[in-house]
């Protein structure tokens, strides 16, 4: 027997979650489907920004009475093989959270609100009939919404490259583990520090973040090829700088996804819109990907609620309007040149310049105030 929703969501990461949780409280009836059954592991770094928190209309002092957080009051960064620079904050200028703990509690909050989840179902069929969708064979929607991060199957059947083929997309690696006590006290990283280590050709960087007693060790970059042999020389250029005193203690794990206006993925379609990952709007300089997921999530709840049920790719190209005005255009990819290299050795090592452009502008978009939460 068929189940019909408003709406159907494939994908209950920030983006789903976000967006299921505002269409139930316009009052639409609001599926989610996952193919993970939460709590689950996602591949990332943790950083969400004040004005995520603020997005989402959530209380640090409240989730962090169930959940880590670490509130992070400076950064340390450079090029590797250079020297770091410290650049302090008064206030927190970011939070470091466990993406197990933070997509559960916002799904769970979501399912508080009314949405309805199909958790662990992967979306494996996908067909158009009689002017609705219809998912693996039993559920039917008039809107279906493609929040499944990179890989998302919504943008796959939408036209979407396939991975690895023409999109320019950063692959990533990281691990994350919790230190023992004897480690934690040992730990050369600060807790409310993060460390930033630009890579020499520019193409990415890597890190090392703590969150209270967990450790976080990653390393992202444009393009794919020799990645695991360059997080393991990252793991050993940090331990010869003294800022890693353990050997990690499993594999480090992978993940890729797109950024803003490199290989675009069309948003809007018939009765169907990407948002986040799936729509790749990652901030290029930073890899960024929560606010973009959250802030496109409250885009297309706006614009779906002002639809008035017409989901026509004409009454839903306000989505990709909003998109291009709130994250421009985009930059294509490119492979800095040995002009630039040679020019921002400097600038990394730049007190100025790491606090105002890298931090500031890249890392924290300080200069772009907050989208409103959900109503
Ligand atoms: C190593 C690494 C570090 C990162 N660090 C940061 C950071 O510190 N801060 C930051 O803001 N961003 C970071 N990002 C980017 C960030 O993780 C993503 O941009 C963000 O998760 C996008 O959210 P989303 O909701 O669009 O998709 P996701 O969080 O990827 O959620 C997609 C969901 O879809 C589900 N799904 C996938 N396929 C299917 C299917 N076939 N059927 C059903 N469900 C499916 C998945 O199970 C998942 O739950 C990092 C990324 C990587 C790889």
Redo the contacts with the bound molecule.
């Keep these: 027997m068929s189940e019909r929703s408003d709406v159907l969501i494939?994908?209950?990461?920030?983006?789903?979650s976000t967006l299921g949780r505002a269409l139930a409280r316009q009052g639409l009836d609001v599926t989610i489907?996952?193919?993970?059954t939460f709590p689950?592991d996602?591949?990332?770094?943790?950083?969400?920004t004040p004005a995520v928190m603020e997005s989402l209309d959530l209380d640090p002092n409240e989730y962090a009475r169930d959940a880590v957080l670490q509130p992070i009051h400076a950064f340390r960064t450079g090029m590797l093989g250079q020297r770091t620079v410290v650049s302090r904050y008064p206030e927190p200028a970011s939070y470091g959270i466990r993406r197990y703990e933070f997509?559960a509690w916002l799904l769970e909050r979501a399912i508080n609100d009314g949405v309805r989840t199909a958790q662990g179902q992967?979306?494996k069929e996908l067909r158009r009939e009689d002017g609705e969708w219809v998912l693996n064979d039993h559920l039917r929607t008039p809107l279906l919404i493609g929040?499944?991060?990179?890989?998302?199957?919504v943008a796959r059947h939408l036209g979407a490259a396939k991975p690895g083929s023409s999109e320019t997309a950063v692959h990533?690696?990281?691990i994350e583990f919790e230190m023992t006590p004897e480690q934690a006290a040992a730990c050369p990283v600060e807790a409310d520090v993060p460390e930033l280590y630009f890579l020499r050709d520019l193409s990415g960087y890597g890190w090392i973040v703590r969150k209270g007693d967990w450790l976080n060790i990653?390393l992202?970059r444009e393009g794919g090829q020799k990645l695991g042999e360059q997080v393991s020389a990252f793991a050993e250029e940090l331990k010869a700088m003294g800022r890693l005193h353990i050997d990690p203690p499993s594999k480090f794990k992978g993940?890729a996804?797109l950024l803003h206006g490199h290989s675009p993925r069309p948003p809007v379609h018939d009765g169907a819109l990407l948002?986040?990952?799936?729509a790749g709007l990652?901030y290029p300089q930073s890899?960024?990907?929560?606010?973009p997921?959250v802030e496109s999530a409250l885009m297309a709840a706006e614009v779906i609620g002002a639809a008035g049920g017409d989901y026509s790719a004409d009454r839903l190209a306000a989505f990709g309007d909003r998109l291009q005005r709130r994250f421009g255009k985009g930059s294509a990819a490119g492979e800095p040149g040995p002009v630039k290299q040679a020019l921002a050795r400097p600038l990394m090592a730049s007190s100025w310049f790491a606090r105002h452009v890298i931090l500031d502008r890249w890392f924290l978009h300080r200069h772009q105030a907050p989208l409103a939460p959900a109503a």
Excluded: M, S, T
């Excluded at 996602?42 to 969400?48: D, L, N, S, T, Y």
């Excluded at 890899?287 to 606010?291: F, L, S, V, Y």
């Design positions: 494939v994908g209950g990461g920030p983006g789903g489907v996952d193919k993970q689950r996602k591949v990332c770094a943790g950083w969400v997509d992967p979306l929040a499944g991060g990179h890989f998302c199957p990533a690696q990281e990653g992202g993940h996804y948002i986040g990952d799936a990652a890899g960024e990907g929560i606010r997921a």
